[in-house]
């Protein structure tokens, strides 16, 4: 009889109920895990994230189908407590079932994880062979992966390298059938300013590695220097696929790096308009540094419609010194400028709070963001993860405002200070300054609500609650 394994999403409403930072995860991750060892253990996938369970439900489907088995994939340190409920959770049901951590959270902290002893591994890096060769292991059919695992053995912690998968073609495509798909494609994970052009939709990131070193990613020490992909052909055959399949009407890409092997989105573009995939699109995050006309033209005929680009800092030395992202802030407005021309929308990424930034840096930044074109400005305060230069800076300066063991990721609300300001400035600076740069007219009100696909009503509210959530914290 073949073993079980289950794989799950926790709920993040577990931990916390937050408009702001909960997600709707893209089921892509857990079905390609289960793709890849579902020849030989039966799987399934519980998403309690998506269908709102209670733990009392979800502890309940544990044990109807009494795994042998279970992974849990956390994406993000903000929601790491969801980790150790779960993994409580299922050990409720039988202490006996081995518990696997993956996902981003495990690959930061893995350290901490691996001290929680109803978690018996915790992948570190990219986990499809890992897990392949780890249940097979469990199964008694073959070793003990040789790298990208940290498990306890005997009284001491064992801490592999990296986990990469360097040829993604190799990957199978995830298998949809194990959850019911038609769910995800019909609901937005929230409204926003990149929301889909028409349901269904899918949600897709392509690539995985940066090589640029901006101060506060953590993707370098997640997922590696180098850029890899697919091969434009599989997945423009994928997206085919997705649409005689599932009907698709358009695609919302995720990705931060597809610019940065322009070889592969040129061809990508260039299928996407000889296949005639006719999927308008918006995409998440676009190296500005690395547009052309050219990219931008055949973007406009691949049905691009909206794209988010990544500014952080208007200040030029805040950008040299510590953000380090390889833009010239004289040339942004020109290209935003030739984005908007081709009937694209752009929205625009920038940071405040950064250690060592000063509090005229920071209105310089707000400046810039008012000024530079974009259609829609998204404010975040600077907020350090480990495994990142900013992090490292931080420390340095000794700018966190509690204790480094207190600190929870919280995307909301500052954790540094300086001699200029206090994490309340640019909390409140933050949340007044978005508000009155994107909806400070009636003009620019009508144009929000036509691209978070709102009523003005509707976003007369989230504006009110972002400005309460933070007024209210203090």
């Keep these: 009889m073949k073993k079980k394994m289950l794989f799950v999403y926790p709920n993040q409403a577990w931990q916390k109920k937050d408009i702001a930072t909960m997600w709707i995860l893209n089921p892509a991750t857990l079905c390609s895990l289960a793709t890849m060892v579902k020849d030989f253990v039966d799987v399934k996938i519980i998403d309690a994230n998506f269908y709102k369970m209670s733990k009392q439900e979800f502890g309940a489907e544990v044990e109807a189908f009494n795994p042998d088995y279970v992974g849990i994939s956390v994406l993000t340190s903000e929601y790491g407590k969801t980790l150790d409920i779960t993994a409580d959770l299922v050990k409720n049901v039988r202490e006996d079932i081995v518990v696997i951590a993956g996902g981003v959270h495990a690959i930061v902290e893995h350290r901490e994880i691996i001290k929680n002893e109803n978690i018996d591994f915790v992948v570190r890096g990219e986990g499809e062979y890992v897990l392949r060769d780890l249940v097979r292991y469990l199964n008694g059919n073959g070793d003990l992966p040789g790298e990208g695992l940290v498990y306890r053995k005997d009284d001491s912690v064992v801490i592999q390298a990296l986990a990469l998968v360097q040829d993604l073609d190799s990957l199978p495509w995830p298998d949809y059938s194990l959850v019911k798909l038609e769910d995800y494609l019909s609901v937005e994970h929230r409204k926003g300013p990149l929301g889909a052009p028409e349901l269904p939709f899918y949600r897709m990131t392509v690539t995985r590695g940066c090589p640029y070193d901006c101060c506060f990613c953590q993707v370098r020490s997640i997922s590696g220097h180098k850029i890899r992909s697919r091969s434009p052909e599989q997945v423009v055959d ?182 200029d300001w206090t994490p309340k400035d640019v909390s409140i600076l933050r949340a007044y300054e978005w508000d009155r740069i994107n909806f400070g007219t009636a003009e620019k009100r009508k144009k929000m609500a036509e691209i978070w696909q709102l009523s003005e009503e509707e976003l007369r509210k989230v504006r009110r609650e972002t400005r309460d959530a933070i007024t209210f914290s203090w």
């Excluded at 610019?259 to 308008?280: A, Q």
Aim: proline residues 3%; glycine residues 6%.
């Design 238 to 419: 994928h997206l085919l696929y997705m649409k005689n399949e599932y009907n698709i009407k358009s695609l919302v890409i995720d990705d931060d790096n597809m610019l940065g092997k322009k070889d592969f989105f040129k061809k990508f573009l260039e299928m996407m308009i000889e296949k005639r995939l006719d999927l308008p699109f918006v995409m998440g995050g676009v190296a500005v540094f690395l547009l052309t006309d050219e990219l931008l033209d055949l973007m406009v005929k691949a049905k691009c419609i909206g794209i988010n680009i990544a500014i952080e800092s208007g200040n030029e030395r805040v950008k040299n010194l510590i953000v380090k992202k390889p833009i010239d802030l004289d040339k942004i407005p020109e290209m935003i400028s030739k984005i908007k021309e081709r009937g694209i929308f752009c929205l625009g990424n920038f940071m405040i709070g950064l250690p060592g930034e000063s509090w005229d840096e920071i209105l310089e930044t707000i400046k810039y963001a008012e000024d530079c074109g974009v259609d829609y400005a998204k404010i975040f305060v600077a907020i350090p993860l480990k495994n990142t230069r900013l992090w490292d800076i931080a420390v340095a300066e000794n700018a966190f405002v509690r204790e480094m063991s207190e600190i929870e990721v919280d995307t909301r609300f500052g954790q540094l200070q300086s001699e």
